[in-house]
Antibody, heavy 127, light 107 residues
């Protein structure tokens, strides 16, 4: 059974930092690019970042570029998101998500939709 | 950035009726589109990818269609468990973007 379990959220003051973690199990972690998606309470979904299977091909949303850093440890089946210089607008549930297709997909049959989501970890930025 | 626009924002439907949700992309995304369902307090659940490929465990009353810039999610006969918020998402270009959601509520 695929499981994604996030941790590391909490209440933090503006300008401070947190490190979010995602423990993955039930699939071959190193075969997948991985993503973070966030959702402010009562609002819609916002894609945050992707990291390639080999820690390459890192992409960020403009809203977090330069402040957030995504990383992974395939030996530990873990994904991370270092969130720095936090702002009130970063208050959200942060989800670790797995795409449908593995790194072996090619061309038109690569599906970037997310078939598994963690339960989310809440980051609240407030003074 | 590709802007995804969903309509309507809220859809009021009686149980057993048909619901049709729309999603429009600001530029062509081929069939690189997904639909998700989200219930209160839960993470989103994948319904469709490739615009029309039903995800594992999704009932046949759900169908997805479209290509290019216009996409549709249809629920043929709404069940009580289908009242939720539905999001579309494009994965054709970076950054990945979601629509703002359509809330399907009980009429």
């Amino acid at each position: 059974e695929v499981q994604l379990v996030e941790s590391g959220g909490g209440l933090v003051q503006p300008g401070r930092s947190l490190r979010l973690s995602c423990a993955a199990s039930g699939f071959t972690f190193e075969d997948y690019d991985m993503h973070w998606v966030r959702q402010a309470p009562g609002k819609g979904l916002e894609w945050v970042s992707q990291i390639g299977w080999n820690s390459g091909n890192i992409v960020y949303a403009d809203s977090v570029k330069g402040r957030f850093t995504v990383s992974r440890d395939n030996a530990k089946n873990s994904l991370y998101l270092q969130v720095d210089s936090l702002r009130a607008a970063d208050t959200a549930f942060y989800y670790c998500v797995k795409p449908v297709s593995t790194r072996y997909c090619g061309g038109a049959i690569c599906y970037g939709a997310y078939d598994y989501w963690g339960q989310g970890t809440l980051v609240t930025v407030s003074s | 950035e590709i802007v995804m626009t969903q309509s309507p924002a809220t859809l009021s439907v009686s149980p057993g009726e048909r619901a049709t949700l729309s999603c429009r992309a600001s530029q062509s995304i081929s069939i690189n589109l997904a639909w998700y369902q989200q219930k209160p307090g839960q993470a989103p659940r994948l319904l469709f990818y490739g615009a029309s490929i039903r995800a594992t465990g999704i009932p046949a009353r759900f169908s997805g269609s479209g290509s290019g810039t216009e996409f549709t999610l249809t629920i043929s006969s709404l069940q009580s468990e289908d009242f939720a918020v539905y999001y579309c998402q494009q994965y054709d270009l970076w950054p990945r973007t979601f629509g703002q959601g359509t809330k399907v509520e009980i009429k």
